[in-house]
């Protein structure tokens, strides 16, 4: 599937299923204002809920690096994840990650507002149950029953059936992600090998210099580095990491679409497809 | 003099071959030398050329580089407690380090990064000698290197908290802890003029540092310039220190312990102590990176927590000796 068919269909996912659902969203037991604390709750409300139904998002909701909805969150107020704000806002839902602070969630709970929390992502198969979730408690199930289904379609059309080159996920401080992530299964939907699941990795962990140099990778994807340099990320540049790139197609991992299990990861699904059909030309 | 040196190279040289065999790639020794040595391109070369030559190459330099400079900073103020890490000299060049990448300077100019960890260590050499004065008692030193140890990481830690890249917090733990880890040729390229010039700084001390052990007037009346000596125990300490700060972090404790188990076998002669100390830093500075690479492979263990767990209890039986001089 071609990248601007894929932007096309989520394009229609977007502004599609608001314009199916006017008149009729808003049900007279769904939560009118929520709060959400965590970047991959923010972008599933955005998705689903009504305009106005969605109080506050994080700051990181509104930044470009890390939200693939940065234009949607502009337009919303954000908190900073402090009980106070939070409670002060009076929201009738709040939503918020397994990992959200554990103090903020249970001061939030003692005092007496309604808290949900969703776990991470680490399969594209938990993301039709996540959207039926958040369609759930914010009273929009029609919604998210028309995105999943849109989803599906779209993850099936581009899900390659062969296993195709070997690739390396590289990133900052040395760390990968093998099958049982969500990067892991972009990689894998989109026809790559991951020599982290060769190598026995399965959710993250930090993948020695000299392993990703003795497995050579057909590509080694790389994060991409952050403005303030730091020398986390400098392990990217390594010697060793420029000499498995040199002379062949490299990788990027752009994080917004990478990070939160949406259906925006269909887009880091389809780059990495692209990638993998230029790895497979210069072989 | 022989006695003790040529057994200490001897050391340096088989912990120096250990290194380079031992990592998470399971090489055979003989693939591995082939590797190293032999053309070719393929991954085992890689491995041995780009991540194993250059971690033991460093490790060697820098604890040479520690050992060196504690046991002539131990000899300047002939005082056993006197050590880059402890009293603040290291955590200073990390300031620096940690400066120069944060403002983007070490972006700038290749050499960058070194020259501002060894404006830190300067800086922090200076305090110390200035706040302990040429005697340097052992309390007001320890007290003028907990000041400044506390004021360096301090504002170490506020500079990589102040910084917009979400990965540079994490980075406290390497700047206070030292590591060898994925570090390149390019590295010790940056560290090796600044470690030579300071090498060759220490090493010409020697006898102006036997001279001291006799008093400084005594020192004085053998024509022994301790306006001078000084000045190049400050240049060559930071030169040395910041150097290797700047590409491993701040490794504590291997010039406080190397100069003192070594004391004894050369006579407690300074001049003899210098050289045997190189070598024992770099052998124990090699040792210690072997041990992160076999104790806990998959966790990343810091340079510092090892030489910190042989140093610090050694530190506690100095104190404890030189309060009952004291006494």
Same mark, same amino acid.
């Given at each position: ?5 894929v ?9 599609g ?26 972008q ?37 994840? =402090? ?26 709970? =003692?005092?007496g ?29 029609a919604?998210?029953?028309a ?9 099936a059309?581009? =899900? ?56 050579a ?56 497809? =692209? ?9 | 003099? &022989? ?9 340096? $040289? ?5 290194s ?39 490790a ?8 060196l $400079?504690?046991?002539?900073?131990q ?76 004021m ?8 990589l908290?102040?910084?917009q ?14 590591s060898? $880890? ?17 090498w ?12 001291l ?23 060559? &300490? ?6 290797? &700060?700047?590409? $491993? ?11 003192h ?23 124990m ?29 050694l ?13």
């Open positions: 599937m071609r990248l601007s068919r932007i096309s269909l989520l394009a229609a996912l977007l502004f299923g608001a314009v199916a659902q006017a008149g009729t969203g808003w049900p007279g037991d769904a939560p009118r204002k929520v709060v959400s604390l965590n970047l991959c709750t923010d599933l409300a955005m998705l689903l809920a009504e305009p106005g139904q969605l109080a506050a998002v994080t700051p990181l909701a509104a930044n470009p690096r890390s939200s693939a909805m940065a234009d949607h969150a502009a337009d919303l107020p954000v908190t900073h994840g =402090r009980a106070e704000e939070v409670y002060l806002l009076a929201p009738d839902l709040v939503v918020a990650g397994q990992f959200t602070d554990r103090a903020t969630v249970d001061m939030l709970r =003692r005092l507002l309604r808290v949900e929390e969703f776990a991470p992502v680490y399969d594209l198969s938990d993301i039709p149950a996540r959207l039926a979730r958040m369609g759930a408690l914010l009273g929009q199930e919604r998210a029953q995105m999943i289904d849109a989803f599906t379609a779209d993850l059309t581009l =899900r390659a059936d062969t296993p195709g080159p070997r690739a390396a996920l590289y990133y900052a401080n040395g760390y990968t992600s093998g099958d049982a992530s969500l990067a892991g299964q972009i990689l894998v939907a989109a026809g790559f090998r991951n020599i982290a699941s060769e190598m026995g990795y399965g959710a993250i962990g930090a993948l020695p210099l000299e392993l990703l140099a003795m497995a990778p057909d590509v080694v994807i790389t994060g991409r580095p952050y403005p303030g340099a730091s020398r986390s990320e400098a392990v990217m540049d390594h010697p060793v990491v420029s000499a498995l790139k040199r002379g062949r197609v490299a990788g990027t991992v752009t994080d917004r679409d990478w990070v939160c299990g949406t259906p925006h990861v269909l887009r880091a699904v389809s780059e990495m497809a =692209r990638l993998r059909r230029k790895v497979e030309a210069g072989q | 003099m &022989t006695r003790v040196l040529a057994p200490l190279a001897l050391l340096v $040289a088989a912990l120096f071959v250990a380079l065999l031992v990592g998470p790639a399971s090489l055979a020794p003989l693939d591995s030398l082939a590797g190293l040595f032999g053309g070719g391109e393929g991954p085992v070369a890689m491995v041995m050329r780009e991540i194993r030559l250059p971690r033991a190459l460093l060697a330099m820098i604890g040479a580089s520690l050992g $400079a504690g046991a002539a900073m000899g300047y103020l002939r005082n056993p407690l006197a050590e880059p890490g402890l009293i603040g000299v290291s955590g200073s060049a990390a300031l620096g380090a940690v400066l120069a990448i944060q403002t983007g300077l070490s972006a700038a100019f290749a050499l960058a990064l070194p020259l501002a960890a060894l404006a830190g260590a300067l800086g922090g050499v200076l305090l110390v000698l200035a706040l302990a004065g040429p005697r340097g008692g052992a309390l007001v030193l320890i007290l003028a290197g907990i000041a400044i140890s506390a360096a990481g301090a504002l170490t830690q506020l500079a908290n102040l910084s890249n979400p990965f540079a917090v994490n980075e406290i733990v390497f700047w206070m802890m030292g060898l $880890a994925d570090r390149s040729m390019t590295h010790l390229w940056l560290a090796l003029p600044f470690t030579l010039l300071g060759l700084l220490l090493a010409g001390l020697g006898r102006g540092l036997d001279a052990t006799l008093g400084e007037d005594a020192a004085q009346a053998m024509g022994i310039d301790l306006a001078r000596l000084r000045l190049l125990l400050i240049l060559g &300490t930071a030169c040395v220190v910041g150097a290797g &700060t700047a590409v $491993a972090g701040a490794i504590g404790f291997v010039g406080l312990v190397v100069p188990l070594l004391r004894p076998l050369v006579g407690a002669q300074p001049s003899r102590l210098l050289p045997a100390s190189a070598l024992g830093g770099a052998a500075l090699l040792a210690a990176d072997l041990a992160v690479r076999l104790i806990l492979p998959e966790r990343d263990l810091k340079l510092g927590v090892l030489t910190a767990l042989v140093g610090a209890p530190f506690l039986h100095l104190i404890y000796k030189t309060r009952r001089e004291m006494a």
